[in-house]
């Protein structure tokens, strides 16, 4: 054998060795992930539960009920920017795409569980829906970054009187396409507050600290 | 997507390319410093080319004295190419039966050697830069190697004389060139043979046709053209010689534009060639590598080009929008990514460059410093493809007219 060959031979098995390592950790977090999401759809499921008994019985487990959605709130906020990451990571685990959408359900299922329970507990809070895209250039994603990080210094000011709740628009899901459609949404990223006040493109803390008061 | 495919692209071949090397090292490390017995001292004569080295030519000179060698097989033929300075008046100081000094109108180092090549009266003739200090027994220990007739060249162990930080830099660089081109000496596949010290039978570079004088590289492109005509050429590992490299910046990126021209030139001219059996080395191994080092060069610099401005330009948004939006830009900016397997892959290649680098320095029993290792592995082989295109850009405008040698 040659000693093009004999060099040809490590250069495949390192190269194969450097994929299978990189599969191994994709899947290792695929399945993390689908761990996560299963744990936050049994949260989630519990405070349907909670909302439909306080239907039923009344108002006095209203706390209950808002500290469950402030800590669902923040869990899957962090969920989803690891989720997020791991997008632009992947490359061979094309099935971290359903994970998101499942991801962005869960959001959408928390912001208007978020609305019926400010409803009825009359609990003085705001909503604050990030709408972004994730296919997206770097440099539209770096914009995207700076609104996210936008959103992030409101929440830390306004603790546990916002709810921030990050969407996807680039999801395959009808009620997203409903949500751009109502709220007239043509450009992103896009900032809806308490469903009445839409912010289209980079928005400053100014202008939304004007709106939201906390 | 093809961004990917380019960077796993560069790895890839970078990475056959070190095993190439690790394979011929696994294969011939017992050969690499062996140590072989002078059978003939021919008459020799060395050839020393010189263009304006009036600080050089003296110690130069001085030292060629001391070689060990018989001095009545000895000549050295200083060959003043149209200095405007005192190298001829100096070099003619030295004067004797040994020494001989001639002058001519300018006409380039190729035009200087062929020149001396018509008077010489040696069988064998040296090659040696004018700033060139070789090792007491690097002539001696060349000439071990001409152990058969179809051996036309012998090159040597070259190494900066100084130590600044580039010299440094490049000391690991040559001692990588050294070491790759003894491993590349067991499949016949020397790419050059290098101008400060280099040894070769006479009789063949006439029968080839001498040195090219309109090439910049004049000593890769006979390396290539004894390759073609089916010439073997070796590599004395134990033959040290000193030589002064650039110790700015602005003079390293001359010196290797001019290298990077003329290698393109040697390309452009035997591009007939490639994949053609008959013409040995040039047509199976340096035309093929040449051009996958190309393509790999082109790939680097776009990578790099492409990263640098989408970088330059998420930072530029991040921190300037950041600001003007109220949030806080490090936020953004230290929020970092996920291993991948663009990661993992890199660090792999990594690894293995880095072994290699330190099987060379072992090879060596040469201790130099992490820093200066990982700056070279780094920073330094980085700025190649970049003179490497510069040179085919300037190649292609014939913008070489101010590259002296």
């Not at chain 2, 970049?386 to 590259?403: A, C, E, S």
């Amino acid at each position: 054998m040659n000693v093009y060959i004999k060099a040809l031979i490590p250069t495949i098995f390192v190269f194969l060795i450097g994929i299978m390592i990189g599969i191994w950790i994709e899947n290792y977090r695929l399945r993390e992930t689908r761990k996560a999401l299963s744990e936050f759809e049994i949260i989630w499921n519990d405070a349907q539960l909670l909302n439909k008994y306080l239907e039923k019985m009344g108002n006095e487990s209203c706390d209950l009920a808002f500290q469950q959605n402030l800590i669902f709130n923040d869990k899957i906020y962090k969920k989803g920017l690891e989720i997020e990451k791991m997008l632009k990571a992947n490359l061979f685990t094309p099935e971290i795409i359903q994970e998101w959408t499942r991801y962005v359900l869960l959001q959408i299922q928390f912001w208007f569980n978020s609305i019926e329970l400010r409803q009825r507990c009359n609990l003085d809070y705001h909503t604050a829906v990030h709408l972004y895209n994730i296919k997206i250039s770097p440099i539209e994603k770096a914009e995207n970054d700076v609104q996210s990080a936008v959103m992030l210094e409101l929440k830390y000011k306004c603790g546990a009187k916002m709810m921030l709740i990050p969407l996807t628009a680039d999801v395959d899901l009808i009620v997203v396409d409903s949500v751009l459609k109502k709220y007239n949404i043509t450009k992103l990223p896009a900032i809806i507050i308490d469903e009445k006040y839409v912010f289209q493109g980079l928005t400053s803390l100014e202008q939304l600290e004007k709106i939201v008061k906390c | 997507m093809i961004v990917d495919i380019i960077y796993f692209t560069v790895l890839f071949v970078t990475s056959y390319f070190t095993f190439f090397h690790f394979v011929l090292w696994m294969e011939n490390r017992g050969k690499l410093f062996s140590k072989r017995k002078i059978k003939f001292f021919p008459f020799v004569s060395i050839i020393v080319p010189a263009y304006n080295e009036e600080k050089v030519i003296a110690a130069t000179l001085k030292n060629a004295l001391k070689l060990n060698y018989p001095k009545n097989k000895l000549e050295i033929l200083v060959i003043d190419d149209g200095s405007s300075d005192k190298t001829y008046e100096i070099a003619k100081r030295f004067e004797s039966n040994i020494i001989k000094v001639y002058k001519k109108a300018r006409g380039g180092k190729a035009n200087a050697i062929n020149f001396a090549l018509k008077i010489a009266k040696g069988d064998f003739v040296v090659i040696m830069d004018a700033d060139s200090l070789p090792y007491r027994n690097a002539l001696i220990n060349c000439l071990k190697y001409f152990d058969s007739p179809k051996v036309a060249a012998v090159t040597s162990n070259i190494l900066p004389k100084k130590r600044s930080f580039l010299e440094k830099l490049q000391y690991i660089e040559l001692m990588f060139n050294a070491f790759f081109r003894k491993l590349q000496e067991f499949p016949n596949v020397i790419s050059s043979t290098p101008g400060p010290f280099s040894v070769y039978r006479k009789e063949i570079l006439k029968k080839v046709g001498g040195f090219d004088e309109k090439n910049l590289v004049e000593d890769v492109e006979i390396a290539w053209r004894l390759h073609a005509n089916g010439y073997l050429t070796r590599m004395a590992m134990d033959a040290r010689v000193d030589t002064y490299f650039p110790s700015t910046i602005s003079h390293w990126w001359k010196q290797r534009t001019r290298w990077a021209i003329g290698n393109f030139q040697t390309f452009v001219k035997y591009f007939k060639y490639i994949f053609r059996k008959d013409k040995h080395a040039v047509g199976r191994f340096l035309l093929p590598t040449s051009l996958t080092g190309y393509i790999i060069t082109t790939f680097i610099v776009t990578l790099f080009v492409y990263f640098i401005v989408i970088q330059f330009s998420v930072f530029s948004i991040v921190f300037i929008k950041s600001i003007s939006l109220g949030a806080n830009p490090l936020s953004v900016l230290l929020a970092g990514g996920m291993i991948d397997v663009r990661i993992i892959y890199g660090i792999l290649s990594f690894l293995l460059f880095f072994t290699m680098l330190k099987l060379v320095l072992g090879a060596y029993r040469i201790k130099i410093d992490l820093f200066h290792i990982i700056i070279y592995g780094t920073l330094y082989v980085m700025l190649t493809p970049f003179v490497t295109l510069n040179g085919i850009y300037k190649y292609m405008r014939k913008d070489f007219g101010w590259q002296t040698k």
